[in-house]
């Protein structure tokens, strides 16, 4: 006896003469339809949510992007001096004190690192959309941080979302493009899930989100205040004690050393000076392997120099400076931070820098 | 492998197609290797361990079915009780006692580091660790013989729609089904298609939904408003009858799909109106088997009153253990056994009243009211369970009691609006629709409908999977047994 559907068995057979479930057919025919139509449809995207989630606080790095992202996006004048970079330009960079010396209009843009260079050459190229060009801009970067490979930024995803949050600013990004890229998708319906969600359950925004406290930086609101005040600058609150020797692998992938080429491009093709700082090293990672690391990432940096005219390193030693002065790795603590602000402005006014 | 993924969809497939289309004798050893296939899927070193129990038993059947003398017998099966709940203590209550032990001699001062052995605990245990005792019990007492197709054995403990959850199947059920060829059969496809969709949505949209809310107060150590720890233990209720009600859905109607009927673990335990009735209705696989292999020989329902609670309480302390080497499951246990002794207590006041007769007089029948009301009332009594059910620890039992009681502080500020909208969205349909199967006296009332309705029905229930399915994924609360 055999239990297949080509068997010869008589009770089999009459089995198999019943009728087709017609129910489930037909529901199977109508979810053919719904996703072939469904092919042909798209709705806006609201840019808001993609670094201030409704359901929770954002986080200290979603509060960052946000707050920078807006500042990119609004309109005004360009400042004399643009501050580029990661996080180490972020806290390391106060424009206050920077304006103080240079005497000119400074504004810190610098985000994060884990955006890659391609995501701030698209945070800048918005900016100058919205303020025109500066007359010189400071490209500040952790010198550990270019380490990242284009798999690390993909998997973190911050940069697909600040692409995300321009496109929805500007009205092009639909409701398709949010879909989470980790998950599997084989449903054109699948697309629209967020979007559902919110509608069908009604989900609200919490303004408390937005007020509750992220230990010791503070809630979302009293940290957009901040940097506003501070024309962009950070500081960081951290105290980290590590004194332990470390070394450092600072050698950059191809992915980066392409991103980062193709920002100096467009800094080419925009006429604006660009000069590159490395924030400062610690005294404990000053090792011989991380000595070797450096040089080998300092050639990367002056073969992709040499390739672009408005391009050049501001400061070509590596700064190496006692533990005291931060509070991480690749972030300077307020007093140290004052104190680059200074070394950097100096060095824009004193070498001339600034076009008039 | 969860049901809730994607390699699970194509293991399906594969399987659906070989169950109906390969010759019937090469359909269970291929059922059998997707059964292994499925289970391997988490760990794969586990595999070893179901074997080796499913050998033991098989070993021990064939022994018990006329293979030794007779005055021999119980020691055979006593080698099967041994290996089966050794294997279970050993990974899952070890750690657990010699832990609590090391507590109980430090509170008179002796300190002693425990010995953890720090087992990972194999998905699943305890369910097939019961299916196969049930299957040498059964012999043993005579109520079925013993196969001799080594293969179809180990097919019936590692049985993939049910292996991991349930439900218990014995061995006198799904057995008989493994032996003979399955018929296809368009009309019980579709109907356990339909079974499965329903668990989907059960498990995906109202259980994953909720979860994260409940996290957040369960999670927060007993710290939450008493107003919040009452809406989130609504919600757990839900929550848990939906994800494994969901489960024993999708398995069945997976099961249903190849040609095998496994049996019944949920019938609207919620509209219960004391506990036995409760009992009858929730996890009916897991309470039958204790019922059958573990209250009865204790002595059940016979004795004094004093023997009958007593059987209750030490029945249902060790169903709220096999839950879980916790003691918050031990107490869950005790406090159900607790409930039902009570209500043997009342229930027999009650009959003695009314002056029925018989072993198992018939519970007094309730009017409308009386019913509604009773329905109502248990349904509190088993969020109390819930309670302590959910709770991380003993403090933390303590302490949400304590938010709950103290009702002057209750408050609606700092309780999530989507929370209770969530809460609203999903339990109120739920408790309508569950109404309507009550009030019809029918679990699976879509068959019956009007073809539209039934269209209407289905791409309504995968657009809710496929829509408002949780994007994080909660794996099964009853994958933790």
Known sequence: MSSSIFSSDSATRGAQRK???????????????????????????????????????????????????????????????????????????????????????????????????????????????????????????????????????????????????????????????????????????????????????????????????????????????QVLNQDGFMQEVNEDETDEPRDLNLAMPESQEAALDALLDYVDRIGVPIFLVSNPLPAYAKTDATLESLRRQQQQLQQIMARHEQAAILLPEQRFLPRESFATLNHLRPSAAAQNSKEIADLIKGGGLIHE | MSFISYPFLVLFAVVWLACWLLPFRFVNPFLLLASYVFYGWWDWRFLALLGFSSVVDFICGKLLDGGVAEERRSDVLAVSVVVNLGILALFKYFDFFIDSFCEVVATVGIEMPPPLLRLVLPIGISFYTFQTLSYTIDIYRRKMSSTCRFLDFLLYVSFFPQLVAGPIERATSLLPQILTPRKFDWEQISSGCQLALVGFFKKMVIADNLAPFIESVYGNGGASNGLAVVLATYAFAIQIYCDFSGYTDIA?????????????????????????????????????????????????????????????????????????????????????????????????????????????????KLNRVGFWLSVLGFFHLTCLGWLIFRAESFASIVKLLRSVLEVWHWSLLNIDPNFVVRLALLGIPLILFQCYQFKRGDHEPWVGWSLTTRVVFYVVLFYGIVLLGSPERHEFIYFQF
């Open chain 2, 252 to 364: 069945r109607g997976v099961a249903r799909m190849i040609g095998f009927e496994l049996c019944q673990n949920f019938n609207l335990p919620y509209f219960a109106t004391n506990p036995s009735d409760f009992w009858r209705r929730w996890h009916i696989s897991l309470s039958t088997w204790i019922r059958d292999y573990l209250y009865v020989p204790l002595g059940g329902n016979r004795g004094g009153r004093f023997r009958v609670i007593r059987n209750l309480i030490i029945t249902m302390f060790l169903a709220g253990l096999w839950h879980g080497a916790r003691w918050n499951f031990v107490i869950w246990g005790l406090y159900h056994g607790l409930l039902l002794g009570i209500f043997a207590v009342i229930h027999d006041i009650r009959v003695k009243k009314q002056g029925t007769t018989g072993s198992h007089p018939p519970e007094p």
């Open chain 1, 19 to 225: 009728p087709v479930p017609h129910g489930l057919l037909l529901a199977i025919v109508a979810v053919a339809v719904i996703e072939a139509a469904l092919c042909f449809v798209d709705i806006p995207f609201d840019a808001s949510r993609i670094f201030l989630p409704r359901d929770r606080p954002p986080t200290v790095v979603e509060t960052i992007m946000e707050t920078k992202l807006q500042a990119a996006n609004s309109i005004g004048n360009a400042p004399d001096v643009l501050l580029l970079g990661d996080s180490s330009g972020l806290m390391g960079l106060d424009p206050r004190v920077m304006s103080g010396r240079v005497g000119k209009d400074v504004f810190n843009l610098c985000s994060i690192s884990l955006i890659g260079a391609d995501g701030q050459r698209a945070i800048l190229e918005r900016y100058i959309r919205t303020h025109g060009r500066p007359s010189v801009i400071v490209y500040h970067y952790a010198p550990h941080d270019l380490r990242y490979t284009a798999d690390d930024l993909a998997n973190w995803k911050f940069r697909q979302s600040v692409y995300l949050w321009l496109a929805a600013s500007d009205g092009q990004a639909v409701e398709a493009e949010s879909y989470r890229r980790d998950e599997f998708r084989v449903l054109p319906s699948q697309r629209f899930r967020d979007a559902v969600q919110r509608r069908l359950f009604f989900v609200f925004d919490r303004p408390q989100n937005l007020n509750t406290p992220r230990g010791r930086f503070g809630s979302h609101h009293e940290m957009v205040e």
